[in-house]
Each structure stands twice: as C-alpha cells, then as structure tokens.
Nanobody
Framework: QVQLVESGGGLVQPGGSLRLSCAAS????????MGWYRQAPGKQRELVAD???????NYADSVKGRFTISRDNAKNTVYLQMNSLKPEDTAVYYC?????????WGQGTQVTVSS
C-alpha cells in the first residue's frame, strides 16, 4: 500500500522560509518521479516542482529561484525548500509519486504566507 505523508507546513510571514518533507512507503522510491503540487482556494491544482530518481528537476516559473526540490533515496523522502515566500504561495501543498499516469497523492499540508 502506497503512503505519502507530508509535513512541515505552517504559517509564515512574507519573505520567510519553510521546508516541506514527504515520506514515502510502499514503493521502490528511486524508480518514481516525486513532485510537489499546490492548490489554492478556488484554483486548480498546479505543479510546483518535480524530481526524477536520478535528480533531474523541473520547476514552475512562479517558484524558480525561490524553491528547491531535493530527495534522499536512502530515506524515501522528498523535500521542498521554500524561500522568499509570498502571499500568493498560500495553498495546500501535496506530494505526488508517479512513474506514469496520475500516480499517488499525500493528504496535503497547509502553507499560509501572511503578515
């Protein structure tokens, strides 16, 4: 059974930083593309960043230069380091694991950027 458990969300002031983690179980982690998506109220879920098993990364234009995705294949964990946070980054952040198709989702973690 695939499980993805996110952690690290919270309330932060504009310009602040947060680090999200997603621990995976039930998969051969290194074979999976791991991604972070987010969904703000009233908006569609969108890709934030993803990373292949070999470490190739892809970012949404809106987060390039501010967010960094990384993974530790030994710990079955993917991270999202978020710096210079803006109010428009406020959303529920979801972890995704896939090889092909939609893959599997975590339960999400709330990130709120507000003064």
């Amino acid at each position: 059974q695939v499980q993805l458990v996110e952690s690290g969300g919270g309330l932060v002031q504009p310009g602040g930083s947060l680090r999200l983690s997603c621990a995976a179980s039930g998969i051969i982690f290194r074979f999976y593309v791991m991604g972070w998506y987010r969904q703000a109220p009233g908006k569609q879920r969108e890709l934030v960043a993803d990373i292949t098993g070999g470490g190739s990364t892809n970012y949404a234009d809106s987060v390039k230069g501010r967010f960094t995705i990384s993974r530790d294949n030994a710990k079955n964990t993917v991270y999202l380091q978020m710096n210079s946070l803006k109010p428009e980054d406020t959303a529920v952040y979801y972890c995704n694991a896939h090889i092909s198709g939609p893959g599997n989702w975590g339960q999400g973690t709330q990130v709120t950027v507000s003064s």
